[in-house]
C-alpha cells in the first residue's frame, strides 16, 4: 500500500527567506503522526505545499500514491484539513456547516446525511446537530471542523495546531479523539509545538528551522529524559527560529 503521505526533498522560499530546506518524510497508513516543531519552523507552510496554497518546484509531495503537482484533484480528495484558523459559518447549524461542506465534495440528499452522521459521531458531536455553531464553545466547534474534513472519507487527515486557544479540557478531549480515530485506521499528520499532546506511540518528525532534524516513534525520541527535554535539547541549539 502507498504511504498515507510522502515528502521528498522540499524546499520553499519566501523571497531571501527558506522556510522549509529539503524536507522528507512520510506518514504510513493508519498512524498518528506528530509535526512537532517551535514557532516559524515551517509547519504552516508544508500546510500550505500539501494542501495546493502554496506551490514549489523543489520536490515531490504524494498524497495516498497521487503527486500534488501531477494529479492535484485526486491528491485533494484524499484529505482532510483542519487549519489553524477556524472556518465554520456561525450563523449555520453544524449540520447545515456539514451539508455546506458535504455538497463541495458532490455529496447531497441521502448519502451526504448518512456521511454527516457517521462523522459526527466519531467526534461525540451527533446530539449537537441542530445547534448553530456560534452557540459552541471552542472545543466543540474545533470538534465540528475535524467531523467536516472527515465527510468525504479522505485516507489523511492533515491538522494544523488544531488545540491553538483551547481550554486544557478541550485540548485533551480534542487530541483523544484524534488518536482513536488513528487507532480506527486514519492517517494523521499533527502539527504542534506541544509535546503533552503526543504519545509513546505515536511517530514525531521533529521540524526546526525548515529542516526535518527527526523522524522517529516519540519513545525512541524522548529516551530517559522525557520528549520535552528531548525536543527543547534538540531544537534549542543557535537560539529559537
Ligand atoms: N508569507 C510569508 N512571507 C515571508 N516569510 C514568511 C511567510 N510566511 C511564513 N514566513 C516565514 O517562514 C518561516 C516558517 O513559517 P511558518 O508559518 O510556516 O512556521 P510555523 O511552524 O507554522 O510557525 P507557527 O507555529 O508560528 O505558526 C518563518 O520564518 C516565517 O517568518
Known sequence: MAEALRLEHVSLSYGARQALDDVSFSVAPGRFCALLGPNGAGKSTLFGLMTRLLVTRSGRIEI???DVARAPRKALARIGVVFQQPTLDLDLTVARNMRYFAALHGLS???????????????????????????????????????????HEPDLLLLDEPTVGLDAMSRKAITAHVHDLAEDGLSVLWATHLVDEIGPGDDVVVLHRGRVLRQALASDIAGPAGLAEAFLEMTAEGGGA
Request: charged residues 35%.
Open 109 to 151: 440528499g441521502r448519502a451526504a446525511a448518512i456521511r454527516i452522521d457517521a462523522a459526527l459521531d466519531r467526534l461525540a458531536m451527533r446530539e449537537r446537530a441542530g445547534e448553530k455553531a456560534r452557540a459552541l464553545n471552542g472545543g466543540h466547534r474545533r470538534r465540528m471542523e475535524i467531523a467536516r474534513a472527515l465527510v
Open 64 to 66: 495516498a500514491g497521487h
